[in-house]
C-alpha cells in the first residue's frame, strides 16, 4: 500500500491532543502482524535518530520493563490462552500498566523519543477485533493502563500474510513458533486486515507503510514519515544511516 500523506497530530481538530504538552519526547511505535519486519524498523530507525543527535528508547510489547517481561514469557508461551481472549487482554494491560510507568513516561519526560515495537493497538486488534473481547473492557484496561498517553506516530507494517509466514519461517530456524505465530493462515489474513481498517480509522495518528520490499527500502518509507512529521529540517537519509 502507498505511503500516506499525513499531517502533524497537533494541527487539526480531529487529531488527539499534542503529546508534547505533557512531555518533551516523541513517542513512536510500530504495528502489523506477525514477521512483518517491525523490530528489525525499530533498531533502524533508532540508529538513524540517534545519528542526528536524538536520544533514543527502543522498547517492546509485552516487555519492555522487569514485571512486564515475566507476564510476557506467561503470554508468549502460550500459557495464557486457556483462559481466553478476555483474560490475555487483561494480562497484557497489566503488563503495560508496568511498562508505561516504569519504562515509557521516565522516558518521554526526560525528552528521549521512545521507539516501541508494538502497544495497546495490538490489544485492540488481537485480542478486540479477533478475540472478540468487548470494546467496554478494551477501553477500561486502557484507561487503567495508559490513561491519556497516546503514540504521536505508529507505523503499521503491512505484508502480504503469504510472504510473512515465509519470512518467519526464515527468521525461526528450527525454533517453535510463539503463542500467536502459531496460529492459522486465516488468523493471520484477519489480522492484517483488521489492522489496514485501524488505520483507516485513525489516520491522524497511523500511517500504513509497505513491508514487501527490502529493508532498506522500508526503512526509507519510514524515515520520510518521520522526518515530514516531526523535523523537516532533519538531514535526509544517507547510506551511513542504513547501517544496522
Known sequence: MALQSKKRASEGPDGPPARSERSPGKFITFEGGEGTGKSTQVAMLALRLEAHGIAVLVTREPGGSPGAEIIRHVLLSGAAKPLGP???????????????????????????????????????????????????????????SIGDLSPDLTLVLDLPVEAAFER?????????????EAEDLEFHQKLRQAYLALAAREPHRCVVIDAGTSKEEVAKQIWRVVNSRFDPGMAPLTAEDLVS
Open 86 to 144: 478476555d483474560a490475555e487482554a487483561m494480562l497484557f494491560a497489566a503488563a503495560r500498566e508496568d511498562h508505561v510507568r516504569c519504562t515509557i513516561k521516565p522516558a518521554l519526560d526526560s525528552g528521549k523519543w521512545v521507539v516501541c515495537d508494538r502497544f495497546a493497538d495490538s490489544t485492540r486488534v488481537y485480542q478486540g477485533v479477533l478475540g472478540q473481547v468487548d470494546q467496554r473492557l478494551i477501553n477500561g484496561l486502557e484507561r487503567v
Open 168 to 180: 518467519r519461517t526464515r527468521r525461526r530456524g528450527g525454533a517453535a513458533p510463539d503463542r500467536f
